[in-house]
């Protein structure tokens, strides 16, 4: 079976000289957010995809900021990412899915936002050799349809060349790197 869906892909790898253009407040700020944007910008691919319209990436940040969505110290919340989800009008929920129930939430049309290892690096941190029962992210990603070789991801980052429109991930490589969390969105 394949399931695939036509969702944008929103890269972080921007052109700070169009700080202004970006609706950022300087060239810093648009520095900053290009970094830390990973979780605004999985939310601006599946609300523009299922409400057929393209959000400002500065504007969606600047809402997720007001409901206390992000902290400088652990990024993106997924509670806050649930909520301004809601806000644009869709439907959202935190969970802790395995494989397959990411495939079974894909088929039925729930888009799955999930915390993953940036660019599916399985490169284990101290804390991870330490606290080896848990599962640490840091990076989040839409997964936009599966077949029986894997889950295709699109995959944004600063990194230009990391940047992936519906990039196939086997699925050993994906269960290395996923945590286990995702955000399901749907209409």
């Known amino acids: 079976m ?7 892909l929103y890269s972080q790898n921007w052109n700070l000289d169009e700080w202004k253009k970006l609706g950022f407040s300087s060239r810093d700020d648009a520095e900053y957010w290009e970094r830390s944007c990973c979780g605004i910008l999985c939310v601006n691919e599946i609300a ?3 409400n057929e319209t393209k959000y400002s990436t500065s504007s969606l940040i600047k809402q ?16 806050g990412l649930v909520r301004l989800v ?17 495939q079974k939430a894909l088929e039925e049309k729930k888009l799955p936002i999930v915390s ?8 284990k941190l101290l804390i991870e050799k330490i ?18 070789e894997g889950f295709y991801v699109n995959h944004t980052s600063k ?13 050993d490589k ?6 286990g969390r995702a955000i399901l969105v749907w209409k």
């Open 159 to 171: 990194v230009a060349e990391q940047n992936w429109k519906a990039g196939l991930v086997p699925y």
């Open 116 to 123: 993953i290892k940036w660019a599916f690096k399985n490169n």
């Open 131 to 148: 606290l080896f029962w848990k599962r640490f992210g840091g990076h989040l990603a839409v997964v936009v349809g599966y077949d029986d």
């Open 2 to 8: 394949k399931v695939l869906y036509e969702i944008p």
């Open 174 to 179: 994906f269960n290395d790197c996923y945590t």
């Open 64 to 79: 997720g900021q007001e409901l206390g969505g992000y902290s400088e110290e652990y990024g993106w919340k997924h509670e």
């Open 86 to 102: 809601e806000k644009l009008g869709l439907h959202a929920e935190r969970k802790t899915l395995s494989t397959k129930e990411l």
């Open 48 to 50: 523009s995809f299922l």
